[in-house]
């Protein structure tokens, strides 16, 4: 099981920016799927998720600015964020379930992909 993390860059504040999580292998299926971040020298959190049926939820300090999404048949979870300010500066990591037929094998972490806002 493998997930990829891409889509992070340097943009300017109030730009936007798109990144993407793909999983591994059509044997896989994935359940909850979730984007979480993690500034320089703070821990980790969680920034949106995403259920299997498409229910989203979001830390208040993204609401109205980052979109959630995922394509199911892609094994791909999306992270549309506009409106970006310095302080979304993080690395950004996907974390999915990860399921074989029936059998949940377990949550997985993709590699990190940083996004740096400049003022």
């Known amino acids: 099981v493998q997930l990829q993390a891409f889509g992070g860059g340097l943009v300017q504040a109030g730009g936007s920016l798109r990144l993407s999580c793909a999983g591994s292998g059509s044997i896989f299926t994935y359940g909850d799927m979730g984007w979480y971040r993690q500034p320089s020298g703070k821990q980790r959190e969680l920034v949106a998720s995403?259920?299997?049926?498409?229910?989203?939820t979001y830390t208040d300090s993204v609401k109205g600015r980052f979109t959630v999404s995922r394509d199911n048949a892609k094994n791909t979870m999306y992270l549309q964020m506009n409106s970006l300010k310095p302080e979304d500066t993080a690395v950004y990591y996907c974390?999915?379930?990860?399921?074989?037929?029936?059998?949940?094998?377990?949550?997985?972490w993709g590699q990190g992909t940083l996004v740096t806002v400049s003022s």
């Open positions: 995403i259920t299997s049926g498409g229910t989203t």
């Open positions: 974390n999915a379930e990860v399921f074989f037929t029936t059998t949940r094998l377990g949550g997985y």
